[in-house]
């Protein structure tokens, strides 16, 4: 189409012999205004590019033609290169093009690699090995996450897990950086930033939007400041350049602060929910306005330093507090020192209030300034604890991802490596890895040779089992043992007796599990018991159950499953069922025929 529109090249060439003026003949500017037209594609342009030298030089490879269409291909990525730079776009449009490509050849491969695994830990050496910038493919993931419909899902599902790991890497990268500087130079609220980040990678989550959001709230707390004392030396200087000298001004910074977060934005702490993961994450704290005591004093601190007033973190037992020094700058007494509490609306302790406060009398040293690492330790520390109790979640992420960032800060915590090759194991995740832990655990600490060797041992077993496989089991419903499973893969259920809505994703003739489930499950006072077909079900609230045939009726009302794990077994919601990948498919052969004729029977025959 645009070599046609070129026309033969020649002087004064109207493309067809009258004497008009040709393509080539317009002036430079108007004729790359004509290239750069959203209709063009990048072969329309390379065919342009051969016909003529006019032409040619219209679309050199560093010119605006090429850029504007890498622009208009890939718009996200405009924002790594600079106005000054001597850039090839054609060449990065040959790179982000071929990275697109490797990208979906990746994605395409980790359904077959690792159907079988529920975390696929070990998979991702070759994506770090990559042959072009880790921002070209992390674009062509996201392109792949926004595609639009119902189709692609187990693409998306890879895509996203891809995605994950690429992005927490780059975050451990920033984290040790951060790490290596020197105190002075590590803000707490950048740290808080970065465990935000590591835990939430797949969310838009940047240190310069989170500290647009603290700059409003200290521009609201001068508005207060104002008000009181228009004199006042916080409201001359810019963000933490001078240090407010005496007392009675810092407490009137700290009185505007308690009246702004407080009062006017009902920042609060969190009783009702402490111990849900979102009070830890300084982006959620700021759009919910509620936390943990740790979360809302990094917010308080960095509120305060940024107007004048040194505040300085105590790792105080069971509830976090702030200090502000009442005597001599650097005093080592306790008694110089209120302490605030930023969960408890800022309100201003004595020691013995502080003591109040846990029921209990604690020594000197927990009244203490710790550094910012102390404070990144104890904010994953939390984490921990909560990745600990979130038991619903197959994958254990909270444990696994509060694990890495512990190891990123102390890489030789005994405890916590012992803690990290107990759950690959548990997983059944990545066995080389497991041994790399605990030949380093040995190294550290030759007492934990019983623990280690037990773990050793097994984990050559599950290497070697691994090797033996022969395959996945094949479930052909023409089997006469299969002859009483009446449902198949992809139908939307829904639960006679619980009411939740579900997607079959496998079946067993009978129960296949132990005793100890069938007891505790009461399966026994079934009607049929556990003597009847038994479906795996992805259900609407992200949990994964076994549910008795018995149990499962057809939904009236079939809607796409909202399950985290929906990518791993199925390709497509065709809006009454799902459509099996052709990992599930070749377990389950024969039952995407009988899917469909269900589909038709029960639903068709219904608007009918």
């Not at 995605?163 to 020197?182: A, G, H, M, S, V």
């Not at 790399?436 to 934990?448: F, G, K, R, T, V």
């Amino acid at each position: 189409m645009a070599a046609e529109a070129a026309g033969p090249p020649g002087p004064g060439s109207g493309g067809g012999g009258g004497g008009g003026t040709g393509l080539t003949d317009l002036p430079g500017e108007l004729l790359e205004l004509i290239l750069c037209c959203d209709v063009l594609g990048a072969a329309d342009i390379g065919r342009v590019s051969c016909t003529c030298r006019r032409l040619r030089e219209a679309c050199q490879p560093r010119g605006k033609v090429w850029r504007e269409r890498f622009r208009l291909r890939w718009p996200s990525l405009l924002k790594y290169y600079s106005h000054s730079d001597s850039v090839s776009w054609l060449e990065e449009y040959k790179a982000r093009h071929n990275a697109g490509l490797e990208a979906q050849r990746i994605v395409a491969s980790f359904s077959k690699r690792f159907f079988s695994e529920h975390v696929p830990c070990d998979g991702f050496s070759d994506i770090e090995t990559l042959g072009c910038p880790s921002h070209f493919f992390e674009d062509e993931l996201m392109c792949i996450l926004n595609m639009e419909g119902r189709k692609g899902l187990t693409w998306k599902y890879y895509a996203k897990k891809i995605l994950y790991f690429l992005r927490q890497q780059n975050i451990l990268k920033n984290l040790k950086e951060y790490l290596q500087r020197p105190t002075e130079r590590q803000s707490f609220l950048e740290g808080a930033v970065l465990i935000d980040q590591y835990c939430n990678p797949l969310s838009d989550i940047c240190l310069k939007s989170v500290q647009a959001q603290v700059d409003d709230i200290t521009d609201k707390v001068r508005k207060v400041l104002r008000t009181k004392n228009p004199r006042h030396p916080s409201l001359a200087s810019k963000a933490g350049e001078v240090l407010v000298p005496e007392v009675e001004l810092q407490r009137q910074v700290l009185d505007a602060m308690n009246c702004v977060l407080y009062e006017q934005l009902k920042y609060k702490g969190n009783e009702l929910d402490y111990y849900n993961s979102l009070n830890s994450y300084i982006h959620q704290v700021l759009i919910r306005r509620t936390g943990i005591p740790i979360s809302l004093s990094v917010l308080y601190l960095t509120i305060a330093r940024q107007l004048g007033v040194k505040l300085e973190p105590v790792n105080f037992p069971s509830h976090f507090l702030l200090r502000w020094c009442q005597g001599k700058e650097g005093s080592t007494d306790i008694f110089d020192y209120t302490y605030i509490d930023a969960f408890g609306k800022g309100k201003q302790l004595t020691v013995k209030e502080c003591e109040y406060l846990i029921g209990h009398h604690v020594t000197e040293e927990f009244y203490g300034v710790v550094t910012s690492k102390e404070v990144l330790q104890r904010m994953v520390g939390n984490l921990l604890n909560l990745g600990k109790r979130e038991s619903t979640d197959q994958s254990y992420q909270l444990l696994r991802d509060s694990l890495d960032l512990y190891l990123a800060m102390y890489p030789d915590n005994v405890q916590h490596l012992m803690l990290q090759a107990r759950l690959y194991f548990h997983l059944g995740i990545w066995p080389e890895k497991v041994l790399d832990i605990l030949q380093h655990i040995q190294a550290l600490d030759p007492s934990q040779h019983g623990a280690v060797g037990y773990l050793v041992q097994h984990t050559l077993e599950h290497i070697e089992r691994r090797k033996e496989e022969l395959g996945p089991e094949v479930k052909h419903r023409s089997d006469e043992k299969h002859k009483e499973v009446c449902f198949s893969i992809g139908l939307i259920m829904k639960h006679k007796r619980y009411g939740y809505n579900c997607v079959i994703y496998g079946w067993d003739p009978a129960c296949m599990m132990g005793h100890e489930w069938i007891r505790n499950m009461n399966v026994h006072s079934l009607p049929h018991g556990p003597h009847q077909p038994f479906y795996n079900v992805l259900v609407e609230d992200g949990s994964c159950r076994y549910a008795a045939q018995e149990n499962l009726e057809y939904n009236s009302e079939p809607r796409e499953i909202p399950h985290p794990d929906i990518g791993r077994y199925f390709s497509e919601f065709t809006g009454v069922h799902y459509l099996a990948n052709t990992e599930l498919e070749i377990r389950y052969p024969e039952d995407l025929e009988l899917t469909r004729a269900t589909v038709q029977k029960i639903y068709s025959s219904g608007k009918e």
